[in-house]
T-cell receptor, first 115, second 115 residues
């Protein structure tokens, strides 16, 4: 049972345009969400996160939107750059129990930004 | 800080052999996580430690897998005996209790191939 789903295995956009990566989750107990970026032969690196008490968080070119009622979040990259080409993972955690720091990951979306 | 360090980066072994993967977390981090990444299952959590104590090993696939954390700066993941289906990339990650504690920092991974 996949609790975090990234239904698009790949996405291709032109440099300078907006990239939108989507993520859906099924566990209503998830209260913290993160996006990680991964280059080949490297470990995932933290990109941006959002708590369930917010619906938007912005950091430079990256914005994460959270729609709790739809159990959906998205990552917007504007403008997209060739260096953004990587696999993007959505992750979620349930901290309602007080001390649970497990992350559940989606399977990732390969973003290719064409010059 | 050098970040999370993993060794070896690549390991090729034959079925039935013992494999030991090593991890040095970021200094001062309280949590250490072991993940496995495969095409079929994506990134899945195997086990995590808090202050060197195993907290949740429900993701460990079977008794052939074991993990230890003898001190705050070192952890091992051992597979004995190894099987071809264990071939995957194994990541170690660490995080720090407090604000942003959900953010995990990943090592570069160990790519394991069992022939």
């Amino acid at each position: 049972d996949q609790q975090v789903k990234q239904n698009s295995p790949s996405l291709s956009v032109q440099e300078g345009r907006i990239s939108i990566l989507n993520c859906d989750y099924t566990n209503s107990m998830f209260d913290y969400f993160l996006w990680y970026k991964k280059y080949p032969a490297e470990g995932p690196t933290f990109l941006i996160s959002i708590s369930s008490i917010k619906d938007k968080n912005e950091d430079g070119r990256f914005t994460v939107f959270l729609n709790k009622s739809a159990k959906h979040l998205s990552l917007h990259i504007v403008p997209s750059q060739p260096g953004d080409s990587a696999v993007y993972f959505c992750a979620a955690s349930d901290n309602s129990g007080g001390s649970n720091y497990k992350l559940t990951f989606g399977k990732g979306t390969l973003l290719t930004v064409n010059p | 800080d050098a970040g999370v360090i993993q060794s070896p980066r690549h390991e090729v072994t034959e079925m039935g052999q013992e494999v030991t993967l090593r991890c040095k977390p970021i200094s001062g981090h309280d949590y250490l996580f072991w993940y496995r990444q495969t095409m079929m299952r994506g990134l899945e959590l195997l086990i995590y430690f808090n202050n060197n104590v195993p907290i949740d090993d429900s993701g460990m696939p079977e008794d052939r897998f074991s993990a230890k954390m003898p001190n705050a700066s070192f952890s091992t993941l051992k597979i004995q005996p190894s099987e071809p289906r264990d071939s995957a990339v194994y990541f170690c990650a660490s995080s720090q209790l407090g604000i942003g504690q959900e953010t995990q920092y990943f090592g570069p991974g160990t790519r394991l191939l069992v022939l």
